[in-house]
């Protein structure tokens, strides 16, 4: 049998968190959105929720951009926050912020501002998943609500090939020089990530049921 020892970091993540992963891909909510059984509305506000935590990330990112190990997990081509804004534009609505929103975008401005294995965490959950899932969702959300481009441009990537681009991330985790300690920093937080998006989704559902 393979220790976590013996296992590469990106291994790791993907086994020591699949529970909080399914968890999230399982959310009510975004099954409800692909088959357009809720109003445009709601899929407006998952993107108003979507701003304030990409706002805030994006916001960290600048900050650690420089930084000898997260930096190099910053990929200006991945940038949500110019795609929310056109989304919200084209919407013509921009909803509240949620109060599970408000606790995710405040614990990423406790640790992702100046601790590079939480940073990385956090990214690592919302870019890849969006780079995973997301390819899936968005095309979904864009047939069941008759969105040609405008929209649902969160979902859409120029000039990246998912696939790729996931492969390439998950190896440069795993040449990432963290001592033992850091590397279970990272861990705990990406399962945390997840909870505070499974939050969020459990927020928007109950809200629109």
């Known amino acids: ?12 993540v993907r086994t020591g968190t ?5 968890a999230a891909q399982g959310s009510g909510f975004l099954d409800a959105l692909a088959d357009g059984r809720l109003p445009l509305a709601a899929y407006a506000d998952l993107a108003a929720q979507h701003y304030a ?5 994006e916001k960290a990112a600048a900050v650690m951009a420089d930084d ?22 084209f919407l013509g609505e921009t909803p509240p912020v949620l109060p599970a929103t408000e606790a ?15 940073f990385v965490a956090h990214h690592y959950t919302r870019y890849l998943g969006d780079l995973s899932g ?5 095309p979904a959300i864009a047939r069941a609500y008759g969105l040609n481009g405008d929209g649902h441009r969160f979902f859409v990537f120029p000039g990246v090939h998912p696939p790729a681009f996931r492969a390439g991330y998950r190896e440069l985790l795993d040449r990432v020089t963290w001592p033992a300690e850091e590397q279970d ?3 705990a937080e990406v399962a945390r990530a997840y909870r505070l998006n499974i939050a969020v989704l459990a927020e928007l559902k109950e809200k629109w049921a």
């Open 134 to 138: 997301g390819q899936y969702l968005g």
């Open 68 to 89: 000898p190990s997260a930096g190099a997990f910053v990929f200006p081509e991945l940038a949500r926050l110019p795609a929310l804004a056109a989304d919200l534009h």
């Open 18 to 22: 699949r529970a909080e992963h399914d």
């Open 53 to 57: 935590i990409y706002e805030t990330l």
């Open 104 to 118: 995710y975008c405040a614990r990423l401005r406790d640790v992702a501002f100046d601790r590079p294995a939480a």
């Open 1 to 12: 049998m393979t220790s976590n020892a013996d296992q590469s970091l990106s291994a790791r």
């Open 185 to 187: 920093v990272f861990l």
